[in-house]
């Protein structure tokens, strides 16, 4: 009963958010359009949007624009929902932010790296910022190379790790994503299980051991693939946290001196004898299906619980991360039917 109490408020208001989210009609709907103009129209019907794209100027008609309002409104749901959380709630949407603020460094990366002029996009997130962060997004645009950028996050959890790649002095822009990636999931593995408690606790912890597991399998295939990196140089890229993948399998995939042995090892996990239905699928498919499957069953299974929010921010960063793949293929013209192809899964 306690559980239901504490979350009754929060469930029925992400419930209300949830039936604003597109169905895979409104997707096909999309990939038949011949024009990014033509999706913001679409989109302008869409309760979830038309607040935001009927402030966009003609002008502005462009898919770097139209993704930054759907960020906007990806924000706003987050902030919708902190209002309406209690404070374990809070606990746990606080450690949540920290995946938005990875993905603001690693664009401020980019710039950096890619020697581009100060980012144009980067202001409608200021709001957001100031709130839930210690990040200073105006020091970090400011940043003219790496050493400014490191220097502007010295008060911030992430300056230890990327001082030491900075003064190696031989740092690429992978290795500087993939410290943040591992940091990353290295703090929430280790976090989640202090913020939360007794079946929230085990919910998470499988919701995230999955999920690094799975994306531990993607990076040793894609260096094995396309790198051609030795076993040394690819346990340096990995996580290390093992959930479902023994000590044993995990040495196996890494070990494997060739991709038809790599497959073949897999074939022996956890992963593949629980989705042997997803047979054909790439490893970035099958990664992305096995996670939309895992909430929503946890979502099922224990509705007045933390599943409910997490499962709603993944359903909203996977329908924006749809809607921005769609506006690309519509602008270079592909046809409905291989818009969907990209478009993979459909949003449940």
Request: glycine share 2%; with cysteine.
């Amino acid at each position: 009963m306690g559980n239901v109490m504490s979350y009754s408020g929060i469930v029925a208001k992400i419930r209300a958010m949830q039936a604003k989210l597109l169905t895979d009609k409104d997707f096909e709907n999309i990939a038949n359009l011949r024009s990014v103009p033509e999706a913001i129209d679409y989109l302008k019907e869409k309760p979830a949007y038309a607040e935001y794209m009927n402030q966009m100027d003609i002008s502005l008609y462009h898919r770097r624009h139209v993704e930054k309002v759907l960020y906007q409104s990806l924000y706003d749901d987050y902030t919708r929902i902190f209002r309406f959380a209690g404070m374990e709630q809070k606990k746990f949407l606080k450690v949540y932010w920290k995946r938005y603020e990875i993905d603001l460094i690693n664009y401020c990366l980019r710039i950096v790296f890619n020697h581009y002029d100060k980012p144009f996009d980067l202001d409608y997130k200021k709001e957001f910022f100031d709130k839930y962060s210690k990040l200073s997004i105006d020091k970090m645009i400011a940043a003219k190379n790496i050493d400014e950028l490191v220097d502007s996050l010295k008060d911030t959890e992430y300056y230890a790790p990327l001082k030491k790649l900075r003064d190696s002095n031989a740092a690429t822009l992978f290795d500087y994503n993939l410290a943040l990636d591992l940091y990353y999931f290295s703090t929430m593995w280790r976090k989640q299980k202090k913020i939360l408690k007794n079946k929230e606790k085990e919910l998470l912890t499988r919701d995230y051991g999955t999920k690094i597991d799975l994306l531990n399998v993607q990076w040793i295939y894609r260096a094995k693939k396309y790198y051609h990196m030795l076993p040394p140089d690819i346990y340096s890229l990995t996580i290390p946290i093992q959930y479902r993948l023994s000590v044993a399998e995990f040495k196996g995939l890494v070990e494997a001196p060739t991709l038809e042995e790599f497959e073949h090892q897999l074939e022996e996990t956890y992963y593949a004898k629980k989705y042997q239905h997803m047979e054909g699928k790439t490893l970035e498919q099958m990664y992305k299906e096995c996670l939309m499957h895992l909430y929503i069953t946890d979502r099922r299974r224990d509705p007045y619980s933390i599943a409910t929010i997490n499962t709603y921010l993944f359903l909203k960063e996977e329908e924006i991360y749809k809607l921005t793949t769609a506006l690309e293929c519509i602008r270079y013209g592909l046809s409905s039917r291989e818009t969907l192809g990209y478009l993979g899964g459909v949003i449940q």
